[in-house]
């Protein structure tokens, strides 16, 4: 079910979706700047033609490989409580973002630059995120874990954007430590307050 | 006394400082890709091989612009409280990271390639502020208001790390309202839950 509901959500044909996992596998090899579409062709037995019609720029090939990569960690996490739900998702950031420090870093630049490729980041991606939050939030409200005026449409990013933070700007990596402290220490104490 | 200190701190001549006030003004007025060496030449009215002596890559340069130009913001708060001193911190923050979004986009991309350069980013600012939160969180010890157990290690840049996720990679730049969510909803709740 699962799966089939991720399949649906990809805009991208099959042999799109290929060459996408290429992309993602030159960048983690050689970084944003070494990239080039004819490597990418070449790795993926691709006409460069084919590259361009779908994706002018380097830079919207690069963002679309990056949230299709994303797709593979958004099994949405329903363990029963909304500890072991915020931990699980807080360690699938980590593990992507981890993974993808130096993409991300190169694709902030260009999105700054480039209104669409903004848009295309907020819409695919963060948006994203949002949702999974929402879901996770809402059922702790089901369960009687928190009360529903505990989330904020302000700043129910906290966790996402803290553990990102961590990877991109400061170079000290959360690992799974740093998610259970954030969880038990930060989030947890905030959620349950008016409990 | 504290313009003294500020003025203690910094390792740059007077017109050194001269010369990174117009980068960090060329830099909000052109951004990172379009400023050049010689434009800040120019309006300083200073030979290029003064600026290359001491800053032989532009990256150099912009970092170091950057990390002067939060000298201003450093007057340490101390307000009496921890709401108050959080707050203050936050807000001071949020001005100075909302200027120069674009700056500290270009800056990451190259901390990211260039070791030294990742280096100066660190002691100069990222260790700067760790210190400032850990003046404001041990007055708030001796004044009784939290527990000493409150303070870890991990966890002691959620305001700033937070705050700067808002505004380089998403775009919701957060304002006052932002900061008041952040400290009442979920920093105090957290520093608080062992009093």
Chains 1, 2 share one sequence.
């Not at 994706?55 to 996490?77: D, M, S, Y």
């Not at 480039?114 to 089901?142: N, P, S, W």
């Not at 505990?150 to 803290?162: C, F, K, M, R, S």
């Amino acid at each position: 079910m699962r799966s089939a509901d991720r399949a649906a959500e990809t805009s991208w044909s099959a042999r799109e979706c290929e060459l996408l996992a290429v992309t993602l596998q030159l960048l983690q090899e050689h970084g944003y700047d070494r990239l080039t579409l004819e490597a990418v062709a070449t790795t993926a037995r691709a006409s460069k033609a084919t590259l361009y019609r779908r994706w002018p720029t380097k830079a919207e090939l690069v963002l679309a490989a990056f949230v299709e990569g994303t797709r593979e960690n958004k099994v949405e996490p329903d363990t029963g409580t909304l500890r072991g739900d915020l931990i699980s998702l807080g360690e699938s950031i980590c593990a992507h973002v981890n993974t993808h420090a130096s993409t991300i870093r190169a694709v902030l630049v260009e999105t700054s630059r480039i209104a669409e490729l903004d848009a295309m980041m907020h819409e695919q991606f963060l948006d994203e995120r949002k949702a999974f939050m929402t879901h996770v939030l809402a059922r702790a409200v089901e369960r009687g874990e928190i009360s529903a005026n505990a989330i904020t449409e302000d700043l129910w990013d906290v966790l996402p954007g803290y553990l990102i933070y961590r990877t991109v700007l400061t170079g000290r990596s959360p690992g799974p430590q740093t998610v259970a402290h954030l969880v038990d220490d930060v989030l947890l104490p905030s959620l349950t307050r008016h409990a």
